[in-house]
């Protein structure tokens, strides 16, 4: 499968990491979105996990969102989740927990002193990291 090259607004990475933050010491979790790869929005949803170490979306926020999503004519690109003391590589249970190798599969390291964004696509738990562009806000 062809990926094509993603990008992401610099005000999405800072709302982003502002709610993250927010969750430690917890993972935090979410939607992104946009259109032609170009991604404008995150949608924060809760952690039902509340850990450290893993995640699992709220479901009603997360049904809520995915209308949302479609109601603002906008495409489900990808989600995101934070790794607070660990590195932005998905683990064991991030992989055996993706469902959708079509979407995007983003993690923010909160580990050390600056946050760390990566991205990725993974199908059959075979992981393929993703370079993409930060747009600057206009």
Known sequence: MVRQVLSIRAAVIDHLRQYCMKQL??????????????ITRFFPIPNLDQSPHSFQFE???YLNTIREIRER???WIGIVH??????PVPSARDL??????????WILSLKGEQSRLSAYYI???????VMYQIIADR
């Open 82 to 87: 934070s790794h607070p003391n660990t590195e």
């Open 25 to 38: 010491p917890n993972e935090a979790c979410g939607i992104l979105a946009g259109q032609n790869q170009e």
């Open 96 to 105: 055996a927990n993706w469902h959708y190798p079509e979407k995007s599969y």
């Open 73 to 75: 004519g906008l495409d």
């Open 123 to 129: 199908e059959k738990e075979k992981v393929v990291p």
């Open 59 to 61: 479901p009603r926020t």
